[in-house]
């Protein structure tokens, strides 16, 4: 073997050596230099992008575009969800059959009025607030609307009391066929005195068929009994917890329907019910009321 000479160039380097052939698809600059062996194409510097796809101007619009899309669909199904929900619950909210013509399902539910079996409404004979002894038979050939009261309530019956005076007004010409009376609830202030005071109180006395009937206590746990009232009274100077049930009597003298008053309360505790609810409830009382008398 016949060591090479230093400094010899590489073979197809020196002068008389074939060049390589220039790409085809390569434009070279003339005034760049150039470096023996190396591709112009593969050593010149990459523009950005270069060896990518290139993105396209609308690609942020069609993005933008499907997340309305998507948006406007959850939307939708939302919506058609809310309605299938609200029309389910309306159907929930059926009419209780047996309430009168007259009275719309809106106010029958916010009455929670209801029929019950037509039976002899439980008689029992006590004193009103004129000191009259009555028996509830005593009231036949007229609607009675039967409510149990408090006489030193601050709660549900003022509330009950004026729309009590509300039906009687919203009668009319009916009001002459109804009576309005309530059974005292409170074991400790059972005199005729405290029954007369809160009808006086309370503008009772303005309807002329109003009664308060109470008496000795136990004439009146035998009321309380009959008609399924339950009543609670921790002491003297303590209120009185009862249920509160509003009853119509036909003038036969049999049960027809049964109503359970509301009351709403402020921060304080005060029971009230806003004007609106108020009306409602009067007007309520008196269709029931009227439907009795014909």
Request: proline share 10%; net charge neutral.
């Amino acid at each position: 073997m016949v060591p090479s000479a230093p400094n010899q160039p590489p073979a197809g380097s020196g002068a008389g050596a074939a060049e390589t052939a220039p790409d085809p698809g390569v434009v070279r600059d003339p005034g760049a230099p150039q470096v023996p062996g190396a591709s112009p194409a593969a050593d010149a510097p990459s523009e950005p992008g270069a060896g990518r796809a290139q993105r396209s101007p609308f690609r942020g619009f069609w993005v933008a575009m499907a997340a309305v899309i998507c948006a406007a669909l959850l939307v939708s199904g939302l919506l058609g969800y809310l309605v299938i929900r609200h029309r389910a619950q309306q159907q929930s909210l059926a009419r209780p059959s047996g309430i009168p013509a007259s009275v719309s399902t809106s106010l029958a539910l916010l009455m929670q009025l209801s029929p019950v079996p037509h039976r002899p409404a439980p008689g029992f004979t006590l004193t009103d607030q004129h000191g009259r002894s009555m028996p509830l038979s005593s009231l036949r050939g007229h609607a009675v609307v039967l409510e149990f009261m408090d006489p030193h309530c601050v709660d549900i019956c003022p509330i009950v009391s004026q729309e009590f005076i509300d039906a009687y007004r919203d009668l009319g010409p009916a009001a002459s066929r109804a009576v309005f009376i309530a059974v005292n609830v409170n074991p400790y202030f059972h005199g005729v005195a405290d029954v007369a005071a809160y009808s006086r109180e309370h503008q009772l006395a303005s309807i002329p068929s109003w009664h308060f009937f109470t008496g000795p206590v136990p004439a009146l746990r035998a009321v309380w009994l009959a008609y399924g009232i339950e009543v609670q009274a921790r002491g003297r100077n303590t209120e009185v917890a009862h249920t509160s049930e509003v009853f119509f009597i036909d003038p036969a003298g049999r049960e027809r329907y049964v109503a359970a008053p509301m009351a709403d309360y402020t921060a304080a505790g005060k029971a009230y019910l806003p004007g609106g609810l108020l009306a409602d409830w009067g007007r309520g009382i008196a269709l029931v009321t009227r439907q009795l008398t014909r």
